[in-house]
């Protein structure tokens, strides 16, 4: 087995709650309420600001030039999402530059902490957040229902995405050493704190 997949077993019962998840199922059916995916937009706008310095510094830790190459395309790829969400908050009149909620706060501060740990660890987190995203929104992607939400669901269910996120797959198999579970199976939690998060609210008292 790749250590892709014994990551991913090894978290089967959580995957499936991540794939699976209402606030996914809801923007797939178009039934999700504003509110909740207002919020999403702002806590998934700061989680990408964040993500980028993360994957910038993780760019500065790869070992070679393939692995440099294939790092550089994602944080290329943030350009044009950033702008996304940006054109979403204009729209829909929200504010941006709101204070994180407890979770997105906690997950960001994972990611730049992550990177202490070096290449093969933070490149474990890197994987974990982009496959959630990916098989996540491709689970539900086929039977989507046309809605204002589509754009969204497209922008991670794609082709491209999931052969990025393969990508990065065969870099974790070659970066060796033991498949940190411990790692992955912090993103998963918090993967799925951030939907409870978004779905439900999140507020620090
Ligand atoms: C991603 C994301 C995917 N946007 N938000 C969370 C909470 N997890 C993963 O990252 P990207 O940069 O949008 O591909």
Redesign the pocket.
């Known amino acids: 087995m790749t250590v892709a997949a014994e990551l991913v077993a090894e978290q089967a019962e959580l995957w499936h709650r991540l794939t699976a998840h209402p606030f996914v199922a809801a923007v797939a059916e178009g039934t999700l309420p504003a509110a909740a995916f207002d919020r999403w937009i702002v806590a ?1 706008h700061g ?2 600001v964040g ?1 980028r310095r993360f994957l910038a510094k993780l760019l500065a830790l790869a070992p070679d030039e393939p692995a440099r190459d294939l790092l550089a395309s994602g944080l290329v790829a ?1 350009t044009p ?1 950033l702008a996304l969400f940006r054109r979403a908050a204009v729209e829909r009149g929200l504010d941006l530059s709101a204070a994180p909620g407890p979770t997105a706060l906690g ?1 960001t501060s994972y990611l730049q902490s992550s990177l202490d740990d070096g290449w093969q660890v933070a490149l474990t987190v890197l994987y974990g ?2 496959r ?2 990916s098989d996540a929104w491709r689970a539900v992607a086929d039977g989507a229902a046309a809605s204002a939400y589509t754009p969204w669901v497209d922008n ?1 269910a794609s082709d491209d995405f999931a052969a990025y996120v393969d990508a990065l797959g065969t870099l974790l198999e070659r970066a060796g050493g033991r498949p940190r579970h411990d790692v992955f199976g912090t993103v998963v939690r918090f ?1 799925l704190r ?1 939907w409870d998060a978004v779905h439900l609210g999140d507020t620090w008292v």
Request: hydrophobic share 55%; no cysteine; glycine share 0%.
């Open positions: 998934d989680f990408v993500f943030l999402e997950y957040a982009e959630a995203y991670w993967e951030f």
